[in-house]
T-cell receptor
């Protein structure tokens, strides 16, 4: 198993550009999520999905879109990049069945800089 | 509401020192508790977990006990190594209606000097 994969590893954007961060998992997990990690802020949830075709907002969704057309893939789209979106982005997945501990599997991250 | 509070870092220790990183939580019901570790330049990975009161999670020499009476899940290791230098996150999961929710601490950075 490859686990959770993310591409690209690094990206530099200019203000106003758009891009898509890719995330894929091969563990047949229903639950997938996107976090951003900033110094002193810990992990903040951007969007999440409990299954194909179902997405919902986390605590910091503004400026980001997601879709979930398959169980495996959960791309994150930046619509018009802003310097405030400079961060490290992590994708995570887990089995979401009730009665399970709900442990998360993380990708290696994408380091995004917006100038 | 539910929350997780962990001690602020950075924590700096010498090799073979004893480590404690405090984590306390506020939650209704019966949450599951986790410690995750993030090595430099990598994503987070699960270090250990506990799903009910008095459970002890352990892995790689690290331990944490789920203490409902003190609402704590402190991470301990008897003798740290340079390779343990990382950021450690305490987390809590709970049921919220038909969804599962996850709450994260802010992370504690550990540096171990040789």
């Amino acid at each position: 198993n490859a686990g959770v994969t993310q591409t690209p590893k690094f990206q530099v954007l200019k203000t106003g550009q758009s891009m898509t961060l890719q995330c894929a998992q091969d563990m047949n997990h229903e639950y997938m999520s996107w976090y951003r990690q900033d110094p002193g802020m810990g992990l903040r949830l951007i969007h999440y999905s409990v299954g194909a075709g179902i997405t919902d907002q986390g605590e910091v969704p503004n400026g980001y879109n997601v879709s979930r057309s398959t169980t495996e893939d959960f791309p994150l789209r930046l619509l018009s990049a802003a310097p405030s979106q400079t961060s490290v982005y992590f994708c995570a997945s887990s089995y979401s069945g009730f009665g399970t501990p709900y442990e998360q599997y993380f990708g290696p991250g994408t380091r995004l800089t917006v100038t | 509401g539910n929350s997780v509070t962990q001690m602020e870092g950075p924590v700096t220790l010498s090799e073979e020192a004893f480590l404690t990183i405090n984590c306390t939580y506020t939650a209704t019901g019966y949450p599951s508790l986790f410690w995750y570790v993030q090595y430099p330049g990598e994503g987070l990975q699960l270090l250990l977990k506990a799903t009910k009161a008095d459970d002890k999670g352990s892995n790689k020499g690290f331990e944490a006990t789920y203490r409902k009476e003190t609402t704590s899940f402190h991470l301990e290791k008897g003798s740290v190594q340079v390779s343990d230098s990382a950021v450690y996150f305490c987390a809590l999961s709970y049921n919220a209606g038909n969804n599962r929710k996850l709450i994260w601490g802010l992370g504690t950075s550990l540096a171990v000097n040789p």
